[in-house]
């Protein structure tokens, strides 16, 4: 299954906006994955990401 995130995180006092699409077996390893992605590549704690929506896409 594959999975749309929406939301923003904090980085320093601004703002980012994101969309991620993550294929993943169900929607909490989804979120999992994206905490991973995001913590790894802009060196953002759990804590300053925030998923304002989720949708499951169709492939």
Same mark, same amino acid.
């Given at each position: 299954? *594959?999975? #749309?995130? *929406?939301?923003?995180? =904090?980085?320093?006092? *601004?703002? @980012?906006?994101?969309?991620? /699409? @993550? $294929? &993943? $077996?169900? $929607?909490? #390893? &989804?979120? =999992?994955?994206?905490?991973? @992605?995001?913590?790894?590549? !802009?060196? +953002?704690?759990? %804590?300053?990401? !925030? +998923? $304002?929506? %989720? =949708?499951? +896409? /169709? &492939?």
């Amino acid at each position: 299954m *594959r999975f #749309l995130f *929406r939301g923003w995180y =904090e980085k320093g006092k *601004r703002k @980012i906006k994101f969309t991620k /699409e @993550i $294929e &993943a $077996e169900n $929607e909490k #390893l &989804a979120l =999992e994955k994206l905490y991973s @992605i995001l913590g790894s590549n !802009h060196k +953002v704690k759990r %804590v300053k990401i !925030h +998923v $304002e929506g %989720v =949708e499951k +896409v /169709e &492939a």
